[in-house]
T-cell receptor, first 112, second 113 residues
Framework: GESVGLHLPTLSVQEGDNSIINCAYS??????FIWYKQESGKGPQFIID???NMDKRQGQRVTVLLNKTVKHLSLQIAATQPGDSAVYFC???????????WGLGTSLAVNP | DSGVTQTPKHLITATGQRVTLRCSPR?????VYWYQQSLDQGLQFLIQ???????AKGNILERFSAQQFPDLHSELNLSSLELGDSALYFC????????????FGPGTRLLVL
């Protein structure tokens, strides 16, 4: 996968609120999308994925929404907890190349 | 625990030196990926190996090289180290040739003094 290294945007939420992290993807041919969570000093951890034949997929406290019309992906975290503080990356399977393209990442800070 | 292991966890060395980072993929995974992550930066893809062969190359410096062995473990060699090479180096693995879910190891934190 490829990525561009830039300083990360930050989202700050209150504990207990819902969080929405957004990602704009680049390739209209992408057919598979993944969200990863990376806690400080640790490797990225798979959270949830979605295929392009779906608009929505739910996991435990997380929901991923896919809008193919505007090439937009979002991750919703319900009742955000301090343990959700991390950097969240989206990744897309860029079609024929069969490789993952990584988003820049969003830093989520949960305020007690 | 992703099933991907990396050694060492931490590495401190001096400029000009050479180091080797090691990665064992999840059981059954054929692809190994190497990423570099500097402080507060995104993931910078370096290189991918699939079943022993180089599959894809990212922004890997000529001073860096990698290989994947018959038992599918991989090593990333970093030589003529510079201060700017200080970073977290992650290995990930996936089951096939690419585009599917990658599972990451805990990383090796390299500090070049």
């Amino acid at each position: 996968g490829e990525s561009v290294g830039l300083h990360l945007p930050t989202l700050s939420v209150q504990e207990g609120d819902n969080s929405i992290i957004n990602c704009a993807y680049s390739n209209s041919a992408s057919d598979y999308f993944i969200w990863y969570k990376q806690e400080s000093g640790k490797g990225p951890q798979f959270i949830i994925d979605i295929r392009s034949n779906m608009d929505k997929r739910q996991g435990q406290r997380v929901t991923v929404l896919l809008n193919k019309t505007v090439k937009h992906l979002s991750l919703q975290i319900a009742a955000t907890q301090p343990g959700d503080s991390a950097v969240y990356f989206c990744a897309e399977n860029a079609g024929n190349n069969r490789k993952l393209i990584w988003g820049l990442g969003t830093s989520l800070a949960v305020n007690p | 625990d992703s099933g991907v292991t990396q050694t060492p966890k931490h590495l401190i060395t001096a400029t000009g030196q050479r180091v080797t980072l090691r990665c064992s993929p999840r059981s059954g995974d054929l692809s190994v990926y190497w990423y570099q992550q500097s402080l507060d930066q995104g993931l910078q893809f370096l290189i991918q190996y699939y079943n022993g062969e180089e599959r894809a190359k990212g922004n890997i410096l000529e001073r860096f090289s990698a290989q994947q062995f018959p038992d599918l473990h991989s090593e990333l060699n970093l030589s003529s180290l510079e201060l700017g090479d200080s970073a977290l180096y992650f290995c990930a693995s996936s089951v096939a040739t690419g585009g599917e879910t990658q599972y990451f190891g805990p990383g090796t934190r390299l500090l070049v003094l």
